[in-house]
């Protein structure tokens, strides 16, 4: 199964789960508010595989401050999210 199969499908059951109640959907909405400059899509799918993230930026936008100050702490979780019509982790 390829990543975009897989993250479709999960955006897919994400979706369905959310809905369902009332608590679900807040938590959904605290999500997408804390990545307010993130597509509701890709909110979703932090959501549904880190609802506690507090950040996400792609592996190119660290890497240059990884030197000066930004360090990401090794072993930290990765989320897959759509990029542009590709998919980035």
Same mark, same amino acid.
Request: glycine share 4%; charged share 20%; proline share 3%.
């Given at each position: 199964?390829? @990543?975009?199969?897989?993250? *479709?499908? #999960?955006?897919? !059951?994400?979706?369905?789960?959310? %809905?369902?109640?009332?608590?679900?959907?807040?938590?959904?909405?605290?999500?997408?508010?804390?990545?307010?400059? @993130?597509?509701?899509?890709? *909110?979703? #799918?932090?959501? !549904?595989?880190?609802?506690?993230? %507090?950040?996400?930026?792609?592996?190119?936008?660290?890497?240059?401050?990884?030197?000066?100050?930004?360090?990401?702490?090794?072993?930290?979780?990765?989320? #897959?999210?759509?990029?542009?019509?590709?998919?980035?982790?």
């Amino acid at each position: 199964m390829s @990543r975009a199969t897989s993250l *479709a499908d #999960l955006y897919r !059951a994400s979706v369905q789960e959310y %809905t369902k109640t009332p608590a679900e959907w807040k938590g959904l909405l605290s999500c997408v508010a804390r990545f307010y400059k @993130r597509s509701f899509d890709n *909110a979703v #799918l932090i959501y !549904a595989q880190k609802p506690d993230a %507090t950040q996400c930026h792609s592996s190119n936008y660290l890497e240059p401050f990884s030197s000066v100050y930004l360090d990401v702490l090794s072993g930290s979780d990765s989320v #897959l999210v759509r990029l542009n019509g590709g998919y980035s982790a």
